[in-house]
């Protein structure tokens, strides 16, 4: 199945904080994004977010993240916020709550092809018992 997606990326930058450094934690997650910097913030925009599900698959939060999708899912798309921090590590925790002193990175996915279900079943598929299912097989 061939997927389309846009996905823009805002990270705030603090007066406390190096740019190239919050490039590096976007980066870590979403490697193939492409920024313009603005005051006091990046922007940036991918059109594929394979790094991050592989992350979502090593750290075992296939489920956590279907949830967040979920939240702030509509026809057209979905978003969801991490935490900057984490993201200098490679680590993928998504912002709930009160935001971070340094900012969350906010990210918003349109879904061009094929819809909004099919695209976070492959980004994230479905679990049982903690390991991920194809969709298609189940029933």
Do not use: C
């Not at 489920?63 to 200098?88: C, H, I, P, V, Y």
């Not at 900012?103 to 598929?125: F, L, Q």
Request: charged content about 35%.
């Amino acid at each position: 199945m061939i997927y389309r997606i846009d996905a823009r990326i805002v990270a705030p930058v603090r007066d406390t904080e190096v740019t190239d450094r919050v490039e590096d934690a976007v980066r870590n997650l979403f490697p193939n994004v492409e920024f313009e910097h603005r005051p006091g913030e990046l922007v940036g925009e991918t059109h594929s977010l394979e790094r991050f599900s592989e992350r979502l698959h090593e750290q075992e939060i296939l489920e956590t993240a279907r949830t967040e999708f979920f939240k702030r899912a509509d026809d057209e798309g979905f978003s969801f916020a991490l935490k900057k921090q984490a993201a200098f590590k490679g680590v993928i925790n998504f912002a709930v709550g009160n935001p971070d002193e340094l900012g969350d990175i906010h990210v918003h996915v349109t879904v061009n092809e094929p819809d909004v279900e099919s695209y976070v079943d492959h980004v994230a598929p479905p679990t049982e018992e903690g390991r991920p299912v194809d969709p298609d097989e189940r029933e």
